[in-house]
């Protein structure tokens, strides 16, 4: 049961899913000892008519948990040696979701520096969605989880909300449909933020 200081953020991702990624933006997530300030994420619509997202061909077992409820953790393997977890947004049955694509660790530094023992930078620990799962030990096993529960894995609203003004937007990283959409939000100026780069289709010899 979501308690009431979590509601307005219940709320937040209940909705549409570019509203609620916004609202991510400066979100904590806690994991295995770590925690994480959001600073980039990107919003995938499902079905509505989006190609980059993995529910856009409709329900499939791996995607099953991005169609509902919202605040669930959506986690995949990808490039066969990756995890990235998004959380789940929107009602009932329409699927969306919302990837995680940088933070900062504001607690649990050394665990994640543990984690990330090739690391140099402090900002580079989470700085993309492949190397915030690194840092915060998710994998598999998270697939699903009530991120508004009080398990291992939690989020929480932001300490201190993120002004409209320092929110930037652009087009998704290395998405293979929809290049131009700009549903990637990051918090401006951050240096936890990952570069862009787009896809660029293999040329077959």
């Known amino acids: ?30 994991s295995h000892g770590v925690t994480v300030r959001i600073t980039e994420v990107e919003a995938y619509a499902g079905t509505a008519g989006d190609p980059a997202s993995h529910a856009h061909r409709g329900r499939t077992p791996r995607n099953a948990v991005m169609f509902g409820p919202s605040g669930h953790a ?24 919302v990837l995680l694509r940088a933070g900062e660790v504001i607690d649990g530094l050394d665990v994640a520096r543990t984690r990330r023992p090739a690391v140099r930078r402090e900002v580079d620990l989470a700085r993309g969605p492949a190397r915030l799962c ?20 939690r ?17 998704r990283v290395g998405v293979t449909g929809a290049h131009d959409v700009p549903w990637r939000f990051w918090i401006a100026g951050d240096p936890t933020v990952s ?5 660029v289709p293999r040329v077959r010899r």
């Open 1 to 30: 049961m979501t308690g009431t200081h979590l509601a307005p953020l219940a709320d937040l991702l209940a909705g549409p899913v570019v509203p609620a990624a916004r609202g991510l933006l400066g979100c904590r997530l806690t």
């Open 74 to 97: 959506y986690v995949y393997f990808t490039y066969g040696m990756h995890w990235c977890v998004n959380v789940v947004t929107g009602p009932d049955g329409e699927a969306s979701a």
């Open 134 to 153: 690194a840092a915060l030990g998710i994998d598999r096993s998270v697939y699903g989880a009530d991120l508004l529960g009080d398990g291992p894995v």
């Open 155 to 171: 989020l929480r609203p932001p300490l201190d909300p993120v002004p409209e003004a320092s929110v930037a937007a652009g087009p």
């Open 195 to 199: 570069a862009y780069r787009r896809h």
